[in-house]
Nanobody, 120 residues
């Protein structure tokens, strides 16, 4: 069974840094676009950053210049380096990926989420 396994969340003070990781568990042929979303209490889930297989990235305006998304295609892993964290970055962060399990179809998968709390 294919799963996205996230790690790296936690509690950090404002101005601090965290690095999230998301690894594909299970057998896949390859991965396509991978992304990070977040959902704060009482709010909708929104895109934080995405990255294509070729490395083209896209960021929400609120995180530009502070967050960096990267990936290791050989390991089917995507990372989110978060610097200069603010209290408003507090949310559950979810990994998302388009994965090819069979040759003719891409399926979309979500991770279980990891809590990021920015507080003094």
């Amino acid at each position: 069974q294919v799963q996205l396994v996230e790690s790296g969340g936690g509690l950090v003070q404002p101005g601090g840094s965290l690095r999230l990781s998301c690894t594909v568990s299970g057998s896949v042929l390859n991965s396509n676009t991978m992304a990070w979303y977040r959902q704060a209490p009482g709010k909708q889930r929104t895109l934080v950053a995405s990255i294509t297989v070729s490395g083209r990235s896209n960021y929400a305006d609120s995180v530009k210049g502070r967050f960096t998304i990267s990936r290791d295609n050989a390991k089917n892993t995507v990372y989110l380096q978060m610097n200069s964290l603010k209290p408003e970055d507090t949310a559950v962060y979810y990994c998302n990926a388009d994965l090819r399990v069979v040759p003719d179809r891409l399926n979309n998968y979500w991770g279980q989420g990891t809590q990021v709390t920015v507080s003094s």
